[in-house]
């Protein structure tokens, strides 16, 4: 066999220079590199919330509250009240109906 150098398996001697690289720029940079992963965060949320409100918007599901729109939602529902229990007495055959003569 070659006499060479036996491979190291060691994982965290095999690391060692890239932690030390980390190490010094931390050291180095620390505070820059904080401010740049705060901005970029920030950016994120904001671009979260961008393609949520336009998917929202696209869709129509965006909710907009006004006194108008609480009203004829009410009337909607009272309107569909009373066709669902209208439609129950006439399957069970005890809807009334007017005749005039």
Known sequence: MNGGQAMNLNLAE?????FNFLDALIQNYGV??????????LLVIAWI???RLAAQTATGKLRRSSPQASSSRR???ANHHRQSSASRLTKRG???TKTTD
Do not use: H, I, N, S
Not at 14 to 18: A, E, F, G, I, S
Not at 32 to 41: K, P, Q, R, S, T
């Open 14 to 18: 095999l690391l060692d220079p890239v």
């Open 32 to 41: 820059y590199l904080y401010l740049v992963f705060v901005w970029l965060a």
């Open 49 to 51: 919330f961008q393609r």
């Open 75 to 77: 009337d909607r529902r």
């Open 94 to 96: 005890t809807a009334t």
